[in-house]
T-cell receptor, first 114, second 113 residues
Framework: DAGVTQSPTHLIKTRGQQVTLRCSPK?????VSWYQQALGQGPQFIFQ???????QRGNFPDRFSGHQFPNYSSELNVNALLLGDSALYLC?????????????FGPGTRLTVL | DAKTTQPPSMDCAEGRAANLPCNHS???????VYWYRQIHSQGPQYIIH???NNETNEMASLIITEDRKSSTLILPHATLRDTAVYYC??????????????FGAGTQVVVTP
């Protein structure tokens, strides 16, 4: 059973460009969360998708948007890239049932903005 | 969610127990304590969580003080593969917080031979 997968593993963009990152959740999971991790810091919550809608959002500008597909996979889009967007972007999946459910993280996509 | 305070780093000898402290003095009665770890170049991995009772699983033990203002994660026999950043997170388990984990800077644990 494959865990959470993300693509691409590495990406280099220039300021002002747009980027799309992809995530496939663990089999059976229906909820996807995205995090940004700057070098030397802990991951910061961007947003969460469930039933193809954004359910929660962290303190990130509208340049960050997402989408969830019927098969529960998800995309993270970042427009008008800034140097400060350089980070590891992590995707986590979970099953949305009552109570707590463990989040499983993917290996991340390393984005470098030049 | 309550804030947590962890030491930035600590060393541990292979085979010995590693005791990782976490302060969460403003924790509320309905907030759980979670521990995750992140091995270099990987995503975070869940370790254990608890509300007020001590918890143990195959990876670690979690000791929560009676006043719940601090906790300790215990890795009973540290191995080199336990070298990682360990995060202590306090959060409420409800629909508003599902999926929203608030990570701090964590503790860099280095296990040495």
């Amino acid at each position: 059973d494959a865990g959470v997968t993300q693509s691409p593993t590495h990406l280099i963009k220039t300021r002002g460009q747009q980027v799309t990152l992809r995530c496939s959740p663990k089999s059976g999971h229906d909820t996807v969360s995205w995090y940004q991790q700057a070098l030397g810091q802990g991951p910061q919550f961007i947003f969460q998708y469930y039933e193809e809608e954004e359910r929660q959002r962290g303190n990130f500008p509208d340049r960050f948007s997402g989408h969830q597909f019927p098969n529960y996979s998800s995309e993270l889009n970042v427009n008008a890239l800034l140097l400060g967007d350089s980070a590891l972007y992590l995707c986590a999946s979970s099953l949305s049932t009552g109570g707590w459910n463990e989040q499983f993280f993917g290996p991340g996509t390393r984005l470098t903005v030049l | 969610d309550a804030k947590t305070t962890q030491p930035p780093s600590m060393d541990c000898a292979e085979g010995r127990a590693a005791n990782l402290p976490c302060n969460h003095s403003t924790i509320s009665g309905n907030e759980y304590v979670y521990w995750y770890r992140q091995i270099h170049s990987q995503g975070p991995q869940y370790i254990i969580h608890g509300l007020k009772n001590n918890e143990t699983n195959e990876m670690a033990s979690l000791i929560i003080t009676e006043d719940r203002k601090s906790s300790t994660l215990i890795l009973p026999h540290a191995t080199l593969r336990d070298t990682a950043v360990y995060y202590c997170i306090v959060r409420v388990d409800n629909a508003d917080s599902w999926g929203k984990l608030q990570f701090g800077a964590g503790t860099q644990v280095v296990v040495t031979p």
